[in-house]
């Protein structure tokens, strides 16, 4: 068991070519540790049985044990359930591009991660499966939406796992579980077949994994345009996994941890992005502290938050035609996001999806200077499991004016109010990513006096995945993290 935890996925698919080990010998393995831990950290909660593998013996992953995560990531045949009660629909069609590439690499998918319902939070704590706890200390989150996925890989069950990121859904529990989590450039992971872009564009699907090494070859598996792209994106010339350990050069990178959203970032927040600074200082970079952020965040997170809740009343809306359902298998605070979306008006919508282009004007303008923008990941530490659970009050309230189609009104009493403190309070730095398009990683460096992980996060230019697979390569090889667990 061990010896197994001490391989990243490269690793082990090594192992496979080289004979010293099989895919039936490495998927015991993964089961076993599952049923070790996962009743303490209900990080898998759907098993797949049998096991769904690809060409083990011909792609880069052979024989490697993969989850999926619950939430827009599934095969043809088993049905959906997006972390919602609400779901009982006929089984899947058509399996997506991005999980078919993965099987196609000889990835051995044996369960389903944990995940909000309908990903719609930074934590994962749906009513269907339960929380999802932090292998570092089970009374915390792990993170959301990709909550499952980070806890599975820190406690060990697998060395890299599917993720999604729509608001910074791979980067928040990255950093709550102390791995290392890559946001892909608009676009350059297929999301299709059902939807051309999904989330209007600003989500996209990835991994979580211990080393920057398995991120960057599942990168090379999962990039490149379909059929039913909207447009094709540019992929870099060169495999991304030969970015891993090149040098970056002498970079601008500017810090920032101001932000309108939370004016007071917890200390230990303050501190990771600082010590990476100084780090990226000590390898020959030049860092400028900035005092105020380089876009209107306050505005951004409004126009993020508008869109985001239109979506939730759209999948909302689909769930209930595909389960022919009323409102009894929703969670409360998903029926007032979406309840928030009908009330958004049509002119309100366009004007939010418009802005976005004037965020990212004001970031394209930034990178002409700097080649990074550094902040923390998340503004606190990861908060306890139950953190953001409204008081009895607050539920009597949102539930007479949901049910009395009062969605008009909720703009107007504290239940929105907590809804977004508790939303983007504690991720304030990450949706500048998605509603641009821009990529970004959160990289594991600091560990808080209480012995939980809280990340840095560095945001590039369009299409400068390869420059951050080499500076995160750079970051990990002088401050490695792989080999710190959580000790469970």
């Known amino acids: 068991m061990d010896d197994y935890a001490s391989h990243d996925a490269v690793g082990l698919a090594e192992l496979v070519r080289a004979g010293e080990t099989t895919p039936a010998e490495l998927l015991a393995a993964a089961r076993r540790r599952r049923d070790e831990v996962n009743p303490r950290l209900n990080a898998t909660v759907v098993d797949v049985d049998p096991p769904l593998t690809g060409e083990v013996a011909d792609g880069p992953f052979a024989g490697v044990p993969f989850l999926l995560k619950d939430a827009g990531q599934h095969v043809a045949g088993p049905p959906r359930r997006d972390g919602s009660r609400s779901l009982a629909p006929p089984p899947r069609a058509e399996t997506p591009p991005v999980v078919r590439r993965g099987l196609d690499s000889g990835l051995v998918v044996f369960g389903r991660t944990n995940t909000p319902e309908f990903a719609a939070k930074g934590i994962t704590e ?6 999802a706890r932090n292998p570092w200390n089970t009374d915390h989150s792990p993170g959301g939406s990709s909550g499952g996925s980070a806890a599975a890989v820190a406690a060990g069950i697998v060395p890299c796992a599917a993720a999604s990121d729509g608001g910074g859904s791979i980067r928040i529990p990255a950093s709550a579980c102390g791995l290392f989590g890559l946001k892909a450039s608009r676009g350059l992971v297929p999301a ?30 999962l990039v490149g345009p379909t059929p039913e792209e909207p447009y094709p994106v540019q992929r870099s ?36 992005a600082r010590n990476t600074a100084d780090l990226l200082a000590e390898l020959g970079h030049e860092v400028v502290e900035l005092d105020s952020a380089p876009f209107d965040d306050g505005a951004l997170s409004r126009e993020f938050l508008t869109t985001w809740f239109v979506y939730v009343a759209h ?7 595909l389960s022919g359902s009323g409102d009894a298998g929703f969670e409360d605070d998903t029926l007032v996001m979406a309840a928030l979306g009908r009330a ?5 919508l366009v004007a ?16 002409e200077d700097h080649d990074l923008l550094l902040t923390p990941t998340t503004a606190t530490p990861p908060p306890r499991v139950g953190a953001f659970d409204q008081s009895a009050a607050l539920q009597r309230v949102q539930s007479v004016l949901v049910r009395a189609k009062g969605a ?32 970004a990683m959160s990289v594991p460096l600091h560990w808080t ?32 993290w792989a080999g710190r667990r959580p000790a469970l």
């Open 344 to 348: 958004t008006k049509p002119v309100e």
């Open 408 to 439: 008009g009104l909720l703009r107007f009493t504290p239940v929105v109010e907590q809804m977004i403190s508790g939303n983007l309070g504690w991720v304030p730095y990450t949706q500048l990513a998605n509603i641009t398009g821009r990529p």
């Open 449 to 480: 006096a209480d012995g939980l992980p809280i990340g840095s996060q560095l945001v590039g230019a369009l299409g400068s995945e390869a420059l951050l697979l080499r500076v995160a390569a750079q970051l990990e090889q002088a401050r490695p």
């Open 192 to 221: 299709g077949p059902m939807v051309a872009e999904s989330l209007g564009g600003t989500s996209t699907h990835g991994v979580i994994s211990r080393s920057v090494r398995d991120t960057a070859a599942m990168l090379d598996v």
């Open 237 to 272: 010339e060169t495999a991304y996994a030969d970015e891993v350990g090149r040098d970056p050069g002498r970079l601008r990178i500017a810090l920032c941890t101001a932000s309108s959203i939370n004016s007071s970032p917890h200390p230990e927040a303050l501190t990771a």
């Open 352 to 367: 939010a999806i418009e802005n976005r282009h004037q965020h990212t004007r004001r970031l394209v303008a930034f990178h």
């Open 315 to 321: 999948q909302v809306d689909l769930a209930r035609q």
């Open 126 to 131: 749906p009513a269907l499966f339960g929380p």
